[in-house]
C-alpha cells in the first residue's frame, strides 16, 4: 500500500518502532490507524468503525468511552497529578485501592505492590520470591518454572518465564535458573489416546521429576496463568491446578498466579483463582485493573511474604524495590473507579448472562471445515483452525492463515486476534452485549469462510 507522502500512516512507518509486529511487512503495508472509542467500536482514520473483539490487547473491559473514568482521571489530576510511594510517602489512591483490591482478593493476600504494567507485576513476583526465600535462610531456592506456550511479559525475567521461543531468540533469554514444564492444554499436548485425567496425571509427575532432578532446594516458583491468553486461549483440564498445587505445596515452592489477562471477570468470577481453586503466594493484575483506561498494575502479596518482609527490615533495612509511579495516583484513581463500576454494574452477573452466547456460539463453528477446536471460559475463547481435524494437523505456516482469518475478520468490521499455531482469539470487553456478540460470531463464520474459499482456489483444502 502506498500512503501520500503527509499521511499518519506514511508517519508512522517513519518514526514508530512498533512492538510485536513484523517490522519489514509494516513498512510495505502500514499501520490501521485508530482515532476514537465509542462503547465496544473503534474508529479508524477513515471513519469505519469495527467491533473490538479483542478488548485491545484483553484488556479494554468497560469498552472506550467510560465517563466515569474520564471524571476520576480529570478529578485527581485536578487534586494530586503525582505524589510517589517511596520512603513511606502515600496518599489516598493508592490506600482506598489497595484496601479495595484486598477486600476482594483471594484469601491469604493481605498486602498490594504497585508498578505499571503485567510485566512488571510478574518481574516483580519472581525478585519477591527470590527475596522471600533469601529473607527466610533458604537463598539457594531460586530456579522459576514456567510452562511451554505461556506469556508473562517482556522485561527480562517475565520474558525468561514465557515458554515462547519467539520471545527467546534473539534476546539471549531465557535467563539461567528458568525452567520449563510441560503446557495444560489437552488438546495441543496430549498423547495420542491419552484422556484428560491421564494427562492431568502426567502433567503433575513430569513437575514432580523436574523437581527431583533440579532438586527442590535450588526451586524458587512456579508461575502459570489460569486460562492462557496469548499462548492459545486454554483452559486446563479439570484436577489440573489441584494436582500442580500438591506438588508445589509439599516441595515449598511458591505459586505465582498471573491474572493479568484473567483478573476482575474474564473468566466468570472475580478473579480465575476462584474458579480454579488456586491458592496463590503472588497474583499478578493487570489490564482490566483500569480498563485499559491508565496503565497499572497490582501484585496481591500473601501474609506469609509479607511476614517475611517486615521481618527482613531487621536485617536488611528497606525494603529496596519500587518504580517511580508505583500507585500513580491518577491511573490508581481511575482503578479504584473501575472496580466501582464493575460492583456498581454487576459485571460478574452480565458475565454469566452473555458469556454462553459466545462460549456456544464458538463451539456452534466445530461445524465450519476449518475449525479443529474451540474452546473458552467467560468472555474469553478461540477456535483452532486445521488443515486436517482428525490428525490436528495445521496448515504451512507459510500460508498464515490465522493472519488471513484475522484480516477477513477485519474487513468484515470486527478486531479478532490470529495467535500462534493458527488460533484465532476472543476477548471482547466485559460489557459486550448479546447482539454484539452475535456480530461478532457472525464476523468469524464469514471470515473463516472467505479463508476456506481462497484456499480452494490456491489447491490446498
Ligand atoms: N501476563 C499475561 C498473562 C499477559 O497476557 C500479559 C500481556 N498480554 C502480560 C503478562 C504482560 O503485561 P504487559 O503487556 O502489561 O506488560
Known sequence: MNHPLNSWAARDQASVLHPYTNLAQHAETGPLVIRRGKGVRVQDE???????????????????????????????????????????????????????????????LSRVLFSN???????????????????????????????????????????????QVANHNGFGLPLPGFL????????????????????????????????????????????????????????????????IQEVLRRHEI??????????????????????FGLRPDLLSTAKALSASFLPISALLVSEKINQALLAGS?????????????????????????LRLYEERDIIGHIAQVSPLLQDGLRALLDHPLVGNARGVGLIGAVEIVADKAAK????????????VQAAALKRGVILRGLKGDAIAACPPLIIRPAEIEELLGALRGALDDVQA???????H
Open 46 to 108: 477513515e471513519g469505519r468503525w469495527y467491533l473490538e473483539g479483542m478488548a485491545g490487547l484483553w484488556s479494554a473491559s468497560l469498552g472506550f468511552d467510560e465517563p466515569r473514568l474520564v471524571e476520576a482521571a480529570t478529578k485527581q489530576l485536578q487534586a494530586l497529578p503525582f505524589y510517589h510511594i517511596f520512603n513511606g510517602r502515600s496518599h489516598e489512591p493508592a490506600i482506598e485501592l489497595a484496601e479495595k483490591l484486598l477486600s476482594l482478593a483471594p484469601a491469604g
Open 117 to 163: 504494567s503485567g510485566s512488571e507485576a510478574n518481574d516483580a513476583a519472581i525478585k519477591l520470591a527470590w527475596h522471600y526465600h533469601h529473607l527466610i535462610g533458604k537463598p539457594q531456592k531460586r530456579k522459576i518454572i514456567g510452562r511451554e506456550r505461556a506469556y508473562h511479559g517482556v522485561t527480562i525475567a517475565a520474558a525468561s518465564a514465557t515458554g
Open 393 to 404: 494437523r495445521h496448515f504451512d505456516p507459510a500460508l498464515g492463515v490465522g493472519a488471513r
Open 454 to 460: 481462497w484456499l480452494e482456489e490456491q489447491g490446498h
Open 314 to 338: 531487621a536485617t536488611h533495612g528497606p525494603f529496596a524495590h519500587g518504580v517511580t509511579y508505583a500507585a500513580h495516583p491518577v491511573c490508581a484513581a481511575v482503578a479504584l473507579e473501575t
Open 180 to 243: 520449563r514444564t510441560g503446557s495444560a492444554s489437552h488438546w495441543h499436548d496430549a498423547l495420542p489416546g491419552e484422556n484428560e485425567a491421564d494427562f492431568v496425571a502426567r502433567r503433575a509427575r513430569e513437575l514432580e521429576e523436574l523437581i527431583a532432578a533440579e532438586g527442590a532446594d535450588t526451586i524458587a516458583a512456579f508461575i502459570a496463568e489460569p486460562v492462557t491468553g496469548g499462548g492459545g486461549v486454554f483452559v486446563p483440564p479439570d484436577g489440573y491446578f489441584a494436582a
Open 254 to 275: 511458591l505459586f505465582i498466579v498471573d491474572e493479568v489477562i484473567t483478573g476482575f471477570g474474564r473468566t466468570g468470577t472475580l478473579f480465575a483463582s476462584e474458579r
